[in-house]
């Protein structure tokens, strides 16, 4: 309803999508809790952000470090748990989605080895859940749920699954099942597939049942007939994954919050009705839940034009991001340049060994630093076959030898990369001093294509 300007008046009725905004926002704050509890239950503080000497930052962010002292991490982290926990409860959204948003990103910006697509997903997820409470006509409730965030969501969801779909479409994945074909036979000890694991066929038909579900996964949803299978499939789907590759963290579990959204608007209502009458055989109950065909659901967009042209950018953006990729030279598998931020999921298996060649210009000097002997295992297993690390982590040695005397060391690296399990390549071109090369968002002329 609107005034006669077309400026929104205000409405007793519930908004069409805060119910079910409103228990995605319950599952997405209770896995937040979760998250933040692993770190204190695996002892992540220390040995992401405490011990290592050294921090890979994100282009723009070298000023953002960890805190100092393990009291201060405790505490950040006390905070981002309190904060998930009263946005699922729904107290005080504006405050409470804005300090987690803050907090995770911290956690998220402090070092780029530990980079994880769930992480860059729950940022962005908590990002539009604050920038729905920004805003608050007489037409949405006081909880901060406009209609918009819940096509918002939607899109942000159907994006993530199809990007993650039509990155499979490559020859190692379909082909020859790479990299499941690896990472399967090492879940054989479980009981009865265990055995079916450790067959090629079984990884061939993996990638593919993969690469169907994520591009099944926005029109499935979508379509009111295949709604309930495309529920079923993903289900499924992100279970398994869930189940058998742990080190994803829980983005399968974000995933599986997500599928909610595309159900009904009203959908927990409708979900307590039905238990309340056992209406497990009636039609006209199961739809009340799965929701009305897509033509019959109104696209919202935020109220304002100002609002409707940051919708427009954003959507725009993350339509954009994981295309860049095609701006590079070469295959984004081995240079990574336009990697991250692509939705890339479970798409290579890398492996890597880095050293350094070091010279002093002034007296011809030369000697070699191993990756290991400054970097955690995690930063080096990253950094040995990431080409923006090797250059960052180059800097650095410089800068320490030049703290210790030598004021213009070169630095070359001497990386060799091996891709899902094939034979090992040389990275970086060896003769280049990687310490006179500046980071950008440009191609490495440095890379070895």
Same mark, same amino acid.
Not at 148 to 169: E, N, P
Not at 171 to 185: A, F, K, T
Not at 409 to 433: F, K, M, Y
């Given at each position: 309803?609107?005034?006669?300007? /077309?400026?929104?008046? =205000? ?10 905004? &409103?228990?995605?926002?319950?599952? +997405? /704050? ?7 509890? !692993? ?20 282009? %723009? ?35 409470? =989605? ?27 997820? =908590?990002?539009?859940? @604050? ?33 993650? /779909? ?60 295949? !709604? ?13 994954? %869930?189940?058998? +590759? ?29 238990? !309340? ?17 897509? &033509? ?11 609002? &409707?042209?940051? +919708? ?21 598998? @081995? ?14 298996? !890398? ?83 990687? =310490? ?14």
């Amino acid at each position: 309803m609107s005034d006669a300007d /077309g400026s929104p008046t =205000a409405s007793a009725e519930p908004l069409e999508g805060a119910a079910s905004l &409103r228990a995605f926002r319950l599952t +997405f /704050g209770l896995l937040g809790l979760i998250g933040a509890l !692993r770190f204190f239950w695996r002892g992540w503080l220390r040995s992401l952000y405490l011990w290592p000497p050294y921090h890979f930052s994100y282009l %723009g962010f070298s000023w953002l470090k960890p805190w100092p002292w393990e009291w201060l991490l405790n505490l950040h982290l006390v905070l981002l748990a309190a904060a998930a926990l009263a946005l699922a409860l729904g107290l005080r959204p504006r405050l409470s =989605a804005g300090l987690y948003l803050l907090l995770f990103l911290m956690v998220e910006l402090w070092d780029k080895a530990a980079y994880l697509n769930h992480y860059y997903l729950v940022s962005l997820l =908590a990002g539009l859940m @604050w920038a729905a409470t920004l805003r608050r006509p007489p037409l949405y409730r006081s909880d901060g749920l406009p209609d918009w965030l819940l096509t918002a969501l939607r899109l942000q969801l159907a994006i993530v699954w199809t990007f993650a /779909g039509l990155a499979k479409l490559q020859g190692d994945w379909l082909l020859r099942g790479l990299p499941l074909r690896l990472w399967l036979p090492t879940r054989a000890d479980l009981p009865l597939i265990g055995g079916l694991l450790t067959l090629p066929a079984t990884a061939l038909a993996a990638s593919w049942a993969g690469a169907f579900v994520d591009l099944a996964a926005a029109p499935g949803l979508l379509w009111r007939r295949s !709604r309930p299978w495309a529920l079923a499939l993903l289900w499924g789907f992100h279970i398994a994954t %869930g189940l058998l +590759f742990p080190h994803i963290g829980l983005f399968p579990w974000y995933m599986l919050a997500g599928t909610t959204l595309f159900l009904a608007p009203n959908w927990p209502r409708a979900v307590a009705d039905l238990i !309340r009458r056992r209406a497990w055989r009636c039609r006209a109950a199961w739809n009340a839940v799965l929701g009305p065909p897509a &033509r019959r659901q109104a696209l919202a967009l935020p109220a304002s034009r100002l609002g &409707r042209s940051a +919708f427009a950018l954003y959507v725009a953006l993350q339509l954009a991001l994981p295309l860049r990729h095609w701006l590079y030279p070469g295959a984004v598998a @081995w240079t990574e340049e336009g990697f991250r931020f692509s939705w890339m999921v479970l798409l290579v298996e !890398r492996s890597g060994w880095l050293r350094y060649e070091l010279r002093d210009p002034a007296n011809g000097r030369q000697w070699t630093v191993d990756a290991a002997e400054f970097l955690t295992p995690l930063q080096r297993q990253q950094a040995a076959t990431q080409p923006d690390m090797v250059l960052e982590a180059a800097h650095w040695l410089a800068e320490r030898y030049r703290a210790q005397g030598v004021a213009a060391a070169e630095v070359r690296a001497d990386a060799w990369v091996s891709l899902n399990g094939g034979p090992a390549r040389q990275l970086i071109d060896p003769s280049v001093d990687l =310490a006179s090369r500046r980071r950008s968002l440009r191609a490495a002329d440095w890379v070895l294509r």
